[in-house]
């Protein structure tokens, strides 16, 4: 075989000569692809996968409708290629012709990669585009996120349910099928809606056109959701803001016995029904601002019912007119601790800033609206359980640790790959995340396999 086959070789087969560094002689630079990796915490995740039995669900859940060479790696190990890939950063299937040699990867996807190479990006481009895209795959995978919040609940049950819903916006700069401008966001893009639980865990999502409103699609998103909670007895909340401000998703909620709050926009109505707060409070201005809350019931011309309003006034020293905002809701608890309870939902604002940062969910830059959507499915796959092991497996010490941060401590922790007939050990590097911590969840994770035991 001549050097230049074996410098192709995909497996990293084969001697290659060192690199010789001209500032000082002693340093010698070799590279081994197949026996280095950069991104050994992944196999964190995984074993959290295995734990909680997450891709396996997609063995029955997806249809293969594949042949002869497409076949070579499973629908479960494709899916796992393509989850893992996004959690780790690597957001394009440009990136699998280099993961399919990475031997992190190839442990992940399992099956025929550990032994030869994971999927090409040939391969994982035609099964996000062509497997993914078919009618019942997509559904079944829009269904996934609520099937793999169900398995980690199993485990750790709710005691209550909050749901947060929020649209954001993903910008493109090409001609992908369903690109609109936006004047709101003031650029073009998509405007995905999502749904999320108190945990930080995305229930369910939508792509929709750039150019839709904010709550346009609303009860496709939600109604799934609330139908997987029906038959627990738990308490449920649901939160918005103003955009949501809709009777028809009032009456839905108050239907479901949700209790909710969601941000009423202002009229002169409203003003009237609390002018006593609106005058200025008398007396010399203190630097802490002075704050008024209000409750009362109020019906707009579109609702069929009157309902609790709950607004707060706060007054500013060094300006004019009071900061007003309202609240519509069917929550009995004072009004201050309803003004609380919503601006809780900020924390969504949040977990959307850490999808586009920590996973990349914003990169939807195929041409088909269909593709993007499989694209978008696959992100939040990652984004779940990236946040499922920080919120059910970190230990308390560095639970504060973003996605971002764990991408950047735990995922890309380096490694060389030592192979012996009956083992693969990977010897990795102890810098940001020591060997104890790592320990550590591990341990967690085993905790959580003997929940599943239990359970079951």
């Known amino acids: 075989m001549s050097n230049q086959q074996k410098t192709a070789n995909p497996t990293g087969a084969g001697k290659k000569p060192g690199l010789r560094m001209a500032f000082d002689s002693r340093l010698k630079l070799e590279f081994h692809g197949s026996k280095i990796t950069s991104d050994a915490g992944l196999l964190a995740y995984r074993e959290l996968d295995a734990a909680l039995g997450l891709t396996d669900l997609g063995e029955n859940l997806l249809s293969d409708g ?48 550990t032994e030869h ?32 919040i169900d398995r980690l609940r199993e485990r750790q049950p709710m005691r209550e349910l909050i749901l947060d819903m929020d649209s954001s916006v993903s910008e493109t700069y090409g001609e992908q099928e369903g690109t609109a401008y936006n004047g709101h966001f003031a650029c073009t893009c998509y405007h995905p809606l999502f749904c999320f639980n108190q945990f930080g865990d995305v229930e369910q999502s939508l792509l929709r056109d750039g150019n839709v409103h904010s709550a346009k699609d609303w009860q496709a998103v939600l109604e799934p959701v609330v139908t997987r909670y029906q038959g627990r007895n738990i308490p449920r909340y649901f939160r918005a803001d103003a955009a949501f401000a809709n009777p028809e998703l009032y009456e839905y909620l108050e239907a479901e016995r949700f209790e909710y709050a969601i941000r009423l926009p202002a009229n002169d109505a409203l003003q009237r029904d609390i002018e006593p707060l609106l005058t200025r409070p008398v007396g010399r201005p203190s630097n802490a601002p002075v704050v008024w809350y209000a409750g009362f019931l109020y019906q707009a011309k ?40 919503y601006n809780q939902r900020g924390t969504a604002e949040q977990w959307i800033k850490e999808g586009k940062n920590a996973v990349k969910w914003t990169r939807l830059s195929c041409h088909d609206f269909v593709d993007n959507q499989v694209r978008l499915h696959l992100f939040v796959l990652a984004y779940n359980l990236g946040n499922f092991l920080r919120q059910a497996v970190l230990p308390p010490a560095v639970r504060h640790w973003t996605l971002t941060t764990l991408r950047e401590k735990l995922i890309k922790i380096g490694a060389k790959v030592v192979r012996h007939s009956r083992k693969i050990i990977f010897q990795m590097a102890e810098v940001a995340v020591p060997r104890e911590l790592f320990r550590g969840i591990l341990k967690a994770i085993e905790r959580l396999k003997l929940a599943t035991v239990l359970s079951g």
Do not use: C
């Not at 002869?68 to 990136?95: C, P, W």
């Not at 012709?97 to 190839?106: H, N």
């Not at 391969?123 to 559904?139: A, C, D, H, I, Y």
């Not at 300006?319 to 809701?329: A, N, S």
């Open 66 to 113: 594949r042949t002869g060479k497409n076949t070579q790696h499973s629908m479960v190990a494709q899916m796992r290629q393509s989850i893992f890939s996004r959690l780790a950063g690597y957001e394009d299937t440009n990136d699998a012709e280099r993961l399919s040699v990475d031997p992190t990867m190839r442990q992940i996807v399992g099956g025929r990669a």
């Open 302 to 341: 579109s609702w069929n019912q009157a309902r609790r309003v709950v607004a707060k006034v706060e007054w500013h020293n060094g300006e004019l007119f009071p900061r007003v905002g309202f609240i519509v809701t069917n929550l009995t608890r004072p009004a201050k601790r309803v003004v609380r309870f």
């Open 117 to 148: 190479t994971a999927a090409s990006t040939s391969q994982m481009g035609r099964f996000e585009t062509e497997v993914l895209t078919q009618p019942s795959n997509l559904k079944a995978l829009t269904k996934l996120s609520g099937k793999w």
